[in-house]
């Protein structure tokens, strides 16, 4: 956590909630080391989160249930609180510690909170932003010369942003690139300090490589285009 002014906007960043998706994490690792050096310029609070961490040190998706997809109520009620017998699944667990951080995010937050979940995909590509299609939501989106994808959120049940979206955020998923692309955490660090300025946390003169950031990201496109999801056509065991 680095905390410059707290009344002003929050900032949280989650890496890796998909154990074999590196490059969020680590990408987060380099954003620590700069906010240590220019804690003086900010002026909000940032919170740099890992996601899945025991499926991260085991290199997997996930232990026993994907964790971007265990954000449904009887989850999030369940796992608010701990068990006296303990969690049943590893991601119970993990749910629990993030469910802790969130709230009390969330409870102090003084001005606007924005979320980034950081993931990769197991092909190459171009980077793509993923957002649940509100007006604060696509504002934001609209900051980065990237590809915006809208409903993926509409397809998917019980995502980590659908929650926090609804617990009044603001949110952003960034697709960054292939796994294990060393360009892919490149474009997380990227998405995640160029965030810092068009949330209002870092003002854009205290941001060295500003222009080379959002040149990196605009690298597929040039500009933010807006692209509908309208199907999604699941695969079967006979694919």
Not at 29 to 49: D, H, P, Q, Y
Not at 108 to 127: K, R
Not at 189 to 196: K, Q
Request: net charge negative; hydrophobic share 40%.
């Amino acid at each position: 956590r680095f905390i410059g002014d707290a009344v002003g906007p929050t900032l949280i960043a989650v890496g890796s909630i998909h154990g074999n998706e590196p490059s969020g994490r680590l990408a987060l690792e380099r954003v620590a080391t700069f906010l240590r050096k220019t804690s003086a310029a900010i002026r909000g609070r940032v919170f740099l989160l890992a996601g899945n961490v025991q499926a991260s040190e085991d290199e997997v998706r996930f232990i026993d249930s994907d964790l971007n997809r265990h954000w449904t109520h009887d989850n999030i009620a369940r796992n608010a609180v701990t068990p006296r017998t303990g969690f049943n699944l590893a991601e119970d667990r993990e749910q629990h510690d993030l469910l802790r951080h969130f709230r009390e995010i969330l409870r102090s937050a003084e001005d606007e909170v924005y979320v980034l979940d950081l993931h990769s995909t197991s092909a190459g590509g171009a980077p793509f932003a993923t957002v649940g299609d509100t007006m604060r939501n696509r504002r934001f989106a609209m900051c980065f010369p990237v590809n915006i994808l809208l409903g993926i959120e509409e397809q998917l049940d019980g995502t980590m942003l659908e929650f926090l979206n609804n617990e009044g955020a603001v949110t952003l998923g960034f697709e960054g690139g292939q796994h294990a692309a060393s360009s892919s955490v490149e474009n997380h660090e990227a998405l995640v300090l160029t965030s810092l300025v068009h949330s209002g946390i870092v003002r854009r003169a205290d941001l060295p490589g500003y222009d080379g950031f959002m040149k990196r990201l605009a690298y597929s496109t040039g500009h933010a285009r807006l692209i509908e999801v309208r199907h999604r056509e699941a695969i079967t065991a006979s694919d």
